[in-house]
């Protein structure tokens, strides 16, 4: 069965379904676990963004570091009350896509399994928005579980 287990957590509604079943699957196998959060920092890459003051954008990137470590935090607290130890991932990137930055951080950890949600966008909203899970899929070198929305 599975020994190292990365679950893919993001603020969305799917989290608490993705990271149950991460959870689940770990408890099961006796697997290790590891959170992992990537912060999306493409935005902030252009520097002269005209929208956004020199002195905010540093103060913006702080903030999302700050929301992500307090959301991996109850990530591992959740899985400590379900009985299963776990690690964070903190990653973050001005260049690379989400997809990227997962795919790279399972394969350093040497993940067996990368569990990630579909949040099931069709349509014009996956074509302007981009899929993780869709680029996952192709880009992730470890087997990968994805977990549908309801």
């Given at each position: 069965?599975y020994?190292?287990i990365?679950v893919?957590v993001?603020?969305?509604?799917?989290?608490?379904k993705?990271?149950?079943?991460?959870?689940?699957?770990a408890?099961?196998?006796?697997?290790?676990?590891?959170?992992?959060h990537?912060?999306d920092?493409?935005?902030?890459?252009?520097?002269?963004?005209?929208?956004?003051?020199p002195?905010?954008?540093g103060?913006?990137?702080?903030?999302?570091?700050?929301?992500?470590?307090?959301?991996l935090?109850?990530?591992?607290?959740?899985?400590?009350?379900?009985?299963?130890e776990?690690?964070?991932?903190l990653?973050?990137?001005?260049e690379?896509?989400?997809?990227d930055?997962?795919?790279?951080?399972?394969?350093e950890?040497?993940a067996?399994?990368?569990?990630?949600?579909?949040?099931?966008s069709?349509g014009?909203?996956?074509?302007?928005?981009?899929?993780?899970?869709?680029?996952?899929?192709?880009?992730?070198?470890?087997?990968?579980?994805?977990v549908?929305?309801?």
């Amino acid at each position: 069965m599975y020994k190292r287990i990365m679950v893919a957590v993001d603020e969305s509604f799917m989290t608490n379904k993705v990271l149950t079943t991460a959870i689940d699957l770990a408890k099961a196998s006796g697997a290790q676990l590891a959170i992992c959060h990537a912060v999306d920092e493409t935005i902030f890459a252009h520097r002269q963004m005209e929208m956004m003051l020199p002195n905010s954008v540093g103060k913006a990137e702080y903030k999302m570091r700050l929301g992500a470590q307090g959301f991996l935090g109850k990530a591992v607290e959740t899985a400590r009350a379900a009985g299963v130890e776990a690690e964070t991932k903190l990653i973050e990137s001005e260049e690379k896509h989400v997809s990227d930055m997962l795919a790279s951080a399972a394969a350093e950890w040497k993940a067996d399994l990368l569990v990630a949600g579909s949040h099931g966008s069709r349509g014009m909203e996956r074509f302007f928005v981009g899929s993780v899970a869709e680029r996952l899929v192709r880009k992730a070198e470890t087997s990968l579980l994805l977990v549908r929305s309801e």
